[in-house]
């Protein structure tokens, strides 16, 4: 959240509150007429205070026409001397604003502290601190060890501030209820991206981007919550990835635009498109739909319509007869079946008339046959191959099976010559001595 929205949204605390809370004076004669209520707070509804002392010392410290250090002196002076006030609530509210439009962070987040300890359902308060503990939390170290309490902190308030924000009745609040709700989701949303519970992060940070789509600090909170589920909901965290790169200090753009088009690569199986993508989060346009990767059918009728079947490997066969739909097998297949082919592979074992062979790449990893080469007649002993020797040969196909996979070969033909062994070195006995 920025930081000028919860200015904004504590804001009121500093101007509006300081007249819409105004005290009704319990003893008017006693009171300069320069000092009466206004006439927007009614005195039958507002709170009394019946010390004309009192009520003066309120009245002058929260007069807005004072700078901020002016009524920073005088709350705190009218809280030390009126701690058990009708006004101490409203007098913290308005201190806490006026500490926070004076940049001082540490009174403000204690005089909130102070306040919602008071008040356990002041929005205000519990605004203020649940979005400080989440930014204190977000930027520290990572051997700090007050993060974690932070965070903890921040989720606390944020959750105790929508259940307040349900029920509260003052219209100015309700009129930042949007922001105010955009605030509390955020605290509790990096705190479950902390604990890992990222359906919980992506729920909580969503509603906070939608209201803040250029806030770095939750958008890629946001990218990293849809992308760490399982299994990872790439749609979203592709494009909120890159909504971060858009939106990034320019120190990290090119390290989250780096890991944006890494998770779309990842997704899609190709870059093609991901400049469409990244200009679209740049110019924060709607959501773009990321195309998933090709499924293997498709992949094999790309395949099919773009390559001559005699230029595939054994490799692209077999992932056709694998992966395709039967009308692209059938196109490879009408043109291989009962034509000679010459092939390499590995031998993986062999007996006189059936080679098994392993022809892919992966399968010779794996050492696992998918070519069965039949022969017409027994292969002599001295040309069997010795399992695992690299093999050139020559075969008809002549059936297939998709799963496992296996191909018939007939007409095996060996190419691969055998080279003969070296003939064992005669040792001959030493000439007896003469």
Not at 159 to 178: F, N, R, V, Y
Request: glycine share 6%.
């Amino acid at each position: 959240m920025k930081k000028i929205l919860l200015t904004v949204v504590l804001g009121v605390a500093v101007g509006a509150m300081a007249q819409s809370t105004t005290p009704a004076q319990g003893q008017p004669s006693a009171a300069p007429a320069t000092q009466a209520a206004p006439a927007a707070a009614p005195a039958s509804q507002a709170p009394v205070i019946k010390d004309p002392a009192e009520y003066n010392a309120y009245v002058g410290a929260v007069d807005p026409s004072k700078d901020a250090n002016a009524r920073i002196s005088g709350l705190e002076a009218f809280l030390t001397q009126y701690p058990n006030s009708v006004m101490k609530n409203q007098a913290l509210e308005i201190l806490m604003g006026t500490y926070q439009q004076a940049n001082n962070m540490k009174k403000t987040m204690e005089t909130a502290t102070k306040l919602v300890t008071a008040d356990t359902c002041n929005v205000r308060g519990l605004a203020l601190l649940a979005y400080f503990d989440r930014v204190l939390a977000q930027s520290a170290a990572a051997n700090d060890p007050n993060a974690k309490q932070e965070v903890t902190d921040g989720k606390k308030y944020g959750q105790q501030g929508l259940d307040c924000l349900d029920k509260a009745t003052d219209p100015e609040i309700k009129k930042l209820s949007g922001q105010m709700t955009g605030i509390f989701d955020a605290a509790i949303g990096i705190a479950c991206l902390q604990d890992k519970d990222d359906a919980c992060a992506a729920k909580a940070l969503r509603t906070t981007v939608d209201a803040n789509p250029t806030d770095f600090s939750v958008v890629y909170p946001l990218a990293l919550a849809y992308l760490g589920q399982t299994p990872p909901d790439y749609q979203n965290g592709i494009w909120f990835a890159a909504r971060a790169a858009a939106v990034a200090p320019p120190a990290a753009q090119a390290q989250i635009e780096k890991y944006a088009r890494g998770q779309y690569v990842k997704f899609h199986s190709a870059d093609d498109g991901w400049a469409d993508v990244l200009a679209a989060a740049k110019a924060n346009a709607a959501q773009m739909p990321i195309k998933p990767a090709p499924t293997p059918a498709e992949q094999v009728h790309a395949l099919v319509t773009s390559k001559k079947v005699e230029e595939m490997s054994f490799a692209e066969m077999q992932f056709v007869f694998s992966n395709g739909a039967q009308a692209d097998q059938d196109v490879v297949w009408n043109a291989i079946k009962d034509k000679p082919i010459q092939l390499n592979g590995t031998i993986i074992s062999t007996t006189p008339t059936e080679f098994l062979i392993a022809g892919s790449s992966d399968d010779i990893d794996a050492k696992k046959a998918d070519i069965t080469l039949q022969f017409a007649d027994k292969v002599g002993v001295k040309l069997i191959p010795k399992d695992g020797a690299s093999f050139d040969f020559r075969g008809e196909p002549a059936s297939y099976t998709p799963s496992p996979f296996m191909m018939i070969m007939a007409k095996g033909v060996i190419l691969t010559k055998t080279v003969p062994k070296p003939a064992a070195p005669v040792h001959h006995k030493p000439a007896a001595a003469q």
